[in-house]
């Protein structure tokens, strides 16, 4: 099946009235959605879109743009498609409405564990669940009689022969650009080595052997990765593999269909999923598990929400997921797991398994904490004895700023 053609960065898509032949019904609200730009948000929106007035921005800025565009009155988005790790924002802001009246009239479809409540109430609508896993060439592995890495330690080993090998541009992609991505990266792998991020009374507690050691472990790619991997988000690595340039990533599975691509990609039936490696031998997979889902504006009329909630709908229905399999590890009746999911959910269903990313006001705190200060670590403009103390600084000083921490 030829996959839908990925949304790159700030692409929108508008549809008119014209183009609602599978819609249950025809819009005639304004609707517009904001949302990240990877395949699965493409499937969704272009469904969306068949009922009619509905404008999708797919953007990988989205996580920047929403707060401020949510709390314009009115909004300047109807839908927002966000993630457990980017709904806290627009939680604390009260500027999304609980859908359990839209639900009880629109989601009969819906199943439970698509329902997100917070302190009881429906706050999103969830469609998949997503992570990062381990993505490979399988030829080049099997070329040069390497195993499937299981650890960091395994994928280094293999990055090694691979590089000497000189079969790929570099060895190895990495999703290391400055900022939410990079802090990501030691997201996963703090807790990889056994760390946790907070004490009891939210103080951090990353300057630990735990945070040296996952510092560590994200320095050791630097040998193998683009040199301009500081600029290298998860649509740069899905290129760079599309391209035939990498041979191996802990890429997000969201990105597998485009590897099969058979319009953008030339590398189709050649990369392989498996789960996340560990950082530790025997640990849980140095990742965390997300899902993906869509959020109502509260600066929004009751009608337009009803609107925007029934055209969302359509756009997370089965008829979708059918047309779409391949394109995320999907939470709607209708999928069935294929080869591009297995590295997921082997990831999912370790023993341990790897943990959900932990969406709280003090952890997005120490999230952009991360994010601003990591990356002189790895240029080599600080040790990092200095890294973990100034993330820990950073992190006080804005939990104290947002009333977490006295």
Partial sequence: MMLRKLALAGVVSLMGSSAFAACAFENTTEVKMLSAGFEAWKAV??????????????????????????????????IGGVSNGTITPLLNAGTIRPLDDLVAKYGQ???????????????AIAMMV????????????????????????????????????????????????SGWNLAQEFVNMHPGHGGKFFNADNTPAVNSDEGMAALATLKAALEFTDPEVLVSDSTYVQQQF????IAMANLWASRGGAMDDEAESQVVGKVKMAAAPMAIEGGAPATTLWWDGIVIASNISDEEADAAFRVAMEGMDE??????????????????????????????????PAPAYPSTTRMGLMHTALGNELP???????????????????YVTSAKEAGVLE
Wanted: aromatic share 6%; charged share 20%.
């Fill in 45 to 78: 929106s272009d469904a969306m879109a068949e009922c009619g007035n509905v404008q999708a921005e797919l953007d990988q800025e989205f996580r920047t743009k929403q707060p401020a565009a949510f709390e314009a009155n009115p909004s300047l988005y109807h």
């Fill in 109 to 123: 479809h819906l199943q439970p564990n698509q329902l997100i409540k917070i302190d009881g109430k429906i706050m």
């Fill in 130 to 177: 997503n992570t990062q896993h381990l993505m490979y060439r399988e030829d080049i592995l099997a070329d040069l009689g390497i195993d499937t890495p299981t650890t960091w330690d395994e994928v280094y080993a293999a990055a090694a022969k691979i590089k000497e090998a000189g079969v790929v541009d570099v060895p190895l992609g990495a999703t290391m650009k």
């Fill in 242 to 245: 599309q391209q035939g340039k």
């Fill in 319 to 352: 008829e979708m997921v059918k047309a779409n399999n391949a394109a995320a590890i999907w939470l709607i009746k209708g999928y069935e797991p294929g080869p591009l999911a297995q590295g997921a959910i082997a990831t999912a269903t370790a023993n341990p």
């Fill in 376 to 394: 002189a670590f790895l240029t080599g403009d600080r040790d990092a004895a200095a890294t973990l103390v100034a993330i820990e600084e950073a």
